[in-house]
Antibody
Framework: QVQLQESGPGLVKASETLSLTCTVS????????WTWIRQAPGKGLEWLGY???????KYNPSLRSRLSMEVDTSKSHFSLKLASMTAADTAIYYC?????????????WGQGTLVTVSS | EMELTQSPDILSVSPGERATLSCRSS??????LAWYQQRPGRAPRLLIY???IRATDVPARFSGSGSGTDFTLTISSLQSEDFAVYFC??????????FGQGTRLDIK
C-alpha cells in the first residue's frame, strides 16, 4: 500500500518561501507523476503541478513564476517551494500520486498539511 | 482554462435513498473525468475514473456515467459514511488540471 506523508512548517510569514516535502513509502517513486494540490479553508481543490521521477515538471500557469519542485529518488521524496507567500496561499497542501499523464487522476493522497501565512 | 461546474452545491438526501450528483464541463473532455469523495478533515479519495470505472475497493453502490460535457455520479442506497463532499476532476485539457467546486451531500 503506497503511503504519502507531507512535512513542513505550519506557519510561514508573508513574502517568505514555503518548503514542503512529501515522503513516499510502500511503493517505488519511479514511474509516477508526483503532484501537489492545495485546498484553501472551506474551498475547492487547486492543482499546483507535478514532478515526474526523472525530474521533469509541469506547473499551474497561475503559479509558475513562484513555484518549483524537486525529486530525490534516493530518499524517495519530492518537494515543493512556493515563493513570495501571501495570505491567499493559506491552505491545506496535499501531495498525491498520478500514474499516467494521459490518465492523470490521483489514486493515493497524503493526509495534507495546513500552511498558514502570517503577516 | 477548462471549467467544471457541479450541481447542486448542497444535496440533502435520507439514508437508504439514491443521490445523483452532476458535473458539467465547459468543453468536451471525452471520458477523462474522475470523481473524489472527501470526508471532513480527510484527504480526497478516488472513487471513479474514466467517467465510469470504479477505483479499487470502492463499493458497487457508487457509479459514474457520462461523456463529453455532462457527467453524473450516482450513489444508490446512501450509507452514513457517504455523507461527504464530492469533487469531479477533468484530465483531458490541461494544464491547468481543474476540479469542480464540489457538492456537499448532507443527511436529510
Amino acid at each position: 500500500q503506497v503511503q504519502l506523508q507531507e512535512s513542513g512548517p505550519g506557519l510561514v510569514k508573508a513574502s517568505e518561501t514555503l518548503s514542503l516535502t512529501c515522503t513516499v513509502s510502500g511503493g517505488p517513486i519511479s514511474g509516477s507523476y508526483w503532484t501537489w494540490i492545495r485546498q484553501a479553508p472551506g474551498k475547492g481543490l487547486e492543482w499546483l503541478g507535478y514532478i515526474y521521477y526523472t525530474g521533469s515538471t509541469k506547473y499551474n500557469p497561475s503559479l509558475r513564476s513562484r513555484l518549483s519542485m524537486e525529486v530525490d529518488t534516493s530518499k524517495s521524496h519530492f518537494s515543493l517551494k512556493l515563493a513570495s507567500m501571501t495570505a491567499a496561499d493559506t491552505a491545506i497542501y496535499y501531495c498525491a500520486r498520478g500514474l499516467e499523464v494521459r490518465t492523470y487522476f490521483f489514486d493515493y493522497w497524503g493526509q495534507g498539511t495546513l500552511v498558514t501565512v502570517s503577516s | 482554462e477548462m471549467e467544471l461546474t457541479q450541481s447542486p452545491d448542497i444535496l440533502s438526501v435520507s439514508p437508504g435513498e439514491r443521490a445523483t450528483l452532476s458535473c458539467r464541463s465547459s468543453q468536451g473532455v471525452k471520458t477523462n473525468l474522475a470523481w473524489y469523495q472527501q470526508r471532513p478533515g480527510r484527504a480526497p479519495r478516488l472513487l471513479i475514473y474514466g467517467a465510469s470505472i470504479r477505483a479499487t475497493d470502492v463499493p458497487a453502490r457508487f457509479s459514474g456515467s457520462g461523456s463529453g460535457t455532462d457527467f453524473t455520479l450516482t450513489i444508490s442506497s446512501l450509507q452514513s459514511e457517504d455523507f461527504a463532499v464530492y469533487f469531479c476532476q477533468q484530465y483531458n485539457n490541461w494544464p491547468p488540471l481543474t476540479f469542480g467546486q464540489g457538492t456537499r451531500l448532507d443527511i436529510k
